[in-house]
């Protein structure tokens, strides 16, 4: 069973940077495609970033992009999402996912889940 540990989410001031980590086990070896999505209250859960299983794509959503950076480490199974230049919209509850396969950065795509991490922006 693939487990997903999230960290680094906090208070941060518009235009401040946070970086989220996730933490990844259980993958026996396999290639895994992994993502960032949030949540914001009353709001679906969306895609952020996310990485293929090749790590040769990352895709950002438009919101996020040249903001957002997500990085892999496979030797040590985690993945890193460093946010800057945090906007009013960006709050949210962020999650780190994971599938074998993941087609496309949306929640529908992905099978294994951490428990999220909270992100704030305020002044």
């Known amino acids: 069973q693939v487990q997903l540990v999230e960290s680094g989410g906090g208070l941060v001031q518009p235009g401040g940077s946070l970086k989220l980590s996730c933490a990844a086990s259980q993958f026996n070896k396999d290639y895994y495609a992994l993502g960032w999505f949030r949540q914001a209250p009353g709001k679906q859960r969306e895609g952020v970033s996310c990485?293929?299983?090749?790590?040769?794509?990352?895709w950002y959503s438009d919101s996020v992009k040249g903001r957002f950076t997500l990085s892999r480490d496979s030797v040590q199974n985690t993945v890193t999402l460093q946010m800057n230049s945090l906007r009013p919209e960006d709050p949210g509850v962020y999650y780190c996912?994971?599938?074998?396969?993941?087609?496309?950065?949306?929640?529908?795509?992905?099978?294994?889940w951490g428990q999220g991490t909270q992100v704030t922006v305020s002044s």
């Open positions: 996912a994971a599938d074998k396969v993941g087609l496309a950065c949306v929640p529908r795509e992905y099978a294994h």
């Open positions: 990485i293929s299983t090749d790590d040769l794509i990352t």
